[in-house]
C-alpha cells in the first residue's frame, strides 16, 4: 500500500491550500483516511480523517470549521481542502491510512499502518 500526497506549499494567513493523497490500493471495506502534521519542535497531531465508504469524518478542534475533508471513493484519493489558514498551520502534513480502525483510534497516529510522505505548508502572517 502507497499513499501519494501531494498540493502543499506556501499560502498568506487567511488564503487557502488543498492537499491530496492517493492510496494504491483498498485492503479491506473500512479504510479510513486522513491527515496529521507536524511542526518545528512539536509532536505529530492529528487534523482529519474520513471513512472511504460512508464517509464519516473527524476533526482537530483546531482546524474544525477551517478544513475540510472529502473523498473521491472511485479515484482511493482525500483531499484535505484548508480554508482561513493561519501561521500556526504552518506544518508537515502527513498523510495515513489504515483498513482495521474503529472510530474512537482515528486521532491516533500509532493506530496507522500506512504513512505517505509529508508535504510542507507554510503560512506567512
Known amino acids: 500500500v502507497q499513499l501519494q500526497a501531494s498540493g502543499g506549499g506556501p499560502a498568506q494567513a487567511g488564503g487557502s491550500l488543498r492537499l491530496s493523497c492517493q492510496l494504491s490500493e483498498r485492503t479491506t471495506w473500512r479504510m479510513v483516511m486522513g491527515w496529521f502534521r507536524q511542526a518545528p519542535g512539536k509532536q505529530r497531531e492529528f487534523v482529519a480523517a474520513?471513512?472511504?465508504?460512508?464517509?464519516?469524518?473527524d476533526y482537530a478542534d483546531s482546524v474544525k470549521d477551517r478544513f475540510i475533508i472529502s473523498r473521491n471513493t472511485a479515484k482511493n484519493t482525500v483531499y484535505l481542502q484548508m480554508n482561513s489558514l493561519k501561521a500556526e498551520d504552518t506544518a508537515v502534513y502527513y498523510c495515513?491510512?489504515?483498513?482495521?480502525?474503529?472510530?474512537?483510534?482515528?486521532?491516533?497516529?500509532?493506530?496507522?499502518?500506512?504513512w505517505g510522505q509529508g508535504t510542507q505548508v507554510t503560512v506567512s502572517s
Open positions: 495515513v491510512a489504515d483498513g482495521t480502525l474503529i472510530r474512537s483510534s482515528w486521532s491516533m497516529a500509532e493506530a496507522y499502518d500506512y
Open positions: 474520513i471513512s472511504l465508504s460512508a464517509g464519516h469524518t
